[in-house]
């Protein structure tokens, strides 16, 4: 079945400097989306990027979706404590609704 | 509601005893979708409600696992004869469906512990 593989699992940085998580999908996706899980909370939606090659920002996060629309990445410049927690890409399955998820990256910031 | 309610919040039950968790999605969305996560692992999917059609169970681990959405609106999700590996957080989201560019909203999840 379609698979969704992230890297790299974990990630630690020093406050202020940049991270990026890469994103893998076995099919071509009609979109993809990113979700921020907090510890001890749960997913909560970033965004969705729907056409090839796309890239959208948010303040100090950059998303890309590559031009084959199976890959994406997620850069966020000068990182700062706020940015701790698990972050995942999630596409859908086939024709439906239903996302499929990556293991997610699990992001660390020491202040 | 404003968010998707999930009750209740944390259940302790014993191996073999039936648990209903309870998922409230946000009004007017479609779909609704439980998914299982378990301790620092990604999120499983487990079964998709969308409108009036059948659901898709694909994802259910076993005949242990049923849910039915009510209405349209509230889902419950049964675990029968609970065993230790069922122990996970569940997590019911729902959304007006992705092509809206809105994503699914989670609720904060039952944390489901079978001892």
């Known amino acids: 079945g379609q698979q969704v593989m992230q890297i790299p699992q974990y990630q630690h940085v020093q406050e202020g400097e940049d991270f990026t998580t890469y994103c893998n999908s076995s099919?071509?996706?009609?979109?993809i989306q990113w979700y921020k899980q907090r510890p001890g909370g749960h997913p909560v939606f970033l965004i969705q990027l729907v056409k090839s090659g796309e890239v959208k920002k948010q303040k100090r996060l950059t998303f890309q979706f590559g031009e084959a629309k199976k890959n994406s990445s997620l850069h966020i410049t000068a990182t700062q404590t706020t940015d701790v927690g698990t972050y995942f890409c999630?596409?859908?399955?086939?024709?439906?609704?239903?996302?499929?998820f990556g293991k997610g990256t699990k992001l660390t910031v020491n202040p | 509601g404003a968010g998707v309610s999930q009750s209740p919040s944390n259940k302790v039950t014993e191996k073999g005893k039936d648990v209903e968790l309870r998922c409230d999605p946000i009004?007017?969305?479609?779909?609704l979708y439980w998914y299982r996560q378990s301790l620092g692992q990604g999120l499983e999917f487990l079964i998709y409600f969308q409108g009036n059609s059948a659901p898709d169970k694909s994802g259910l681990p076993s005949d242990r696992f049923s849910a039915e959405r009510t209405g349209g609106s509230v889902s419950t999700l049964t675990i029968q004869r609970t065993q230790q590996e069922d122990s996970a957080v569940y997590l019911c989201a729902s959304s007006f469906g992705t092509g809206y560019g809105y994503g699914y909203t989670f609720g904060s999840g039952t944390r489901l512990t079978v001892v």
């Open positions: 009004s007017g969305h479609t779909a």
């Open positions: 999630a596409g859908p399955q086939g024709g439906s609704e239903k996302l499929v």
């Open positions: 099919t071509t996706l009609s979109n």
